[in-house]
């Protein structure tokens, strides 16, 4: 099978329900953003410390959910592959919670905003946190714009929205033990008075 079919040459795609739209649809745009979270996920994976195995399979499980999630936007609500699809679970939001509060259980308590950064793990969290709440916000777009929906799709479109705003928290707290996994400390924001010194 070739990887390329020419069929998107002149910027429509489509779905995996069989319409063809632009690829600039909020539709296309909000699993396009899924789907670079998760190809970003994948390069955070190659930064963690290969000893971290539970944190790794933890990652591994968020990208099936990502993919599960990429697969039914990638459908109309109306279609009838859409009924084929399973919907997200709750219980994945329980999990991220749960690895959250354990993460967080073993870090300095924060009092202050934190810049990001530190280790190559820890950065690249960061970056598939900001990835995440731009996916999020493309999300709330998708549903405001394509309403009434109906309650099927409702309760899949709010599962998914709360699912990616608890992501963002795990990727934050994520990055902070992944510091301190390498012994590097947070870097506090602390307001610039005056401009810094370049010399």
Not at 94 to 111: F, T
Request: hydrophobic share 40%; glycine share 6%.
């Amino acid at each position: 099978m070739k990887v390329y079919t020419k069929t998107g040459d002149r910027g429509k795609t489509s779905l995996f329900s069989g319409e063809r739209v632009l690829k600039c649809h909020d539709r296309v745009e909000t699993y396009g953003e899924i789907d670079e979270l998760n190809s970003f996920i994948g390069m955070l994976l190659t930064f963690l410390p290969k000893e971290e195995k539970q944190i790794v399979s933890e990652i591994q499980n968020i990208q099936r959910v990502l993919f599960q999630i990429g697969s039914w936007l990638a459908v109309t609500p109306d279609s009838g592959y859409a009924a084929q699809l399973s919907p997200l679970d709750p219980a994945f939001i329980e999990n991220l919670e749960q690895s959250i509060d354990q993460m967080d259980q073993a870090l300095p308590e924060l009092h202050s905003f934190i810049l990001p950064g530190g280790g190559q793990a820890a950065a690249t969290a960061h970056v598939a946190r900001t990835i995440c709440r731009r996916a999020e916000r493309h999300l709330i777009r998708l549903v405001q714009n394509e309403k009434p929906l109906g309650k099927k799709t409702e309760e899949r479109m709010a599962i998914t929205q709360i699912y990616l705003n608890r992501l963002s928290d795990y990727f934050f707290i994520l990055a902070r033990y992944c510091n301190m996994l390498m012994d590097i400390a947070d870097i506090e924001y602390l307001p610039q008075k005056k401009p810094a010194d370049t010399a």
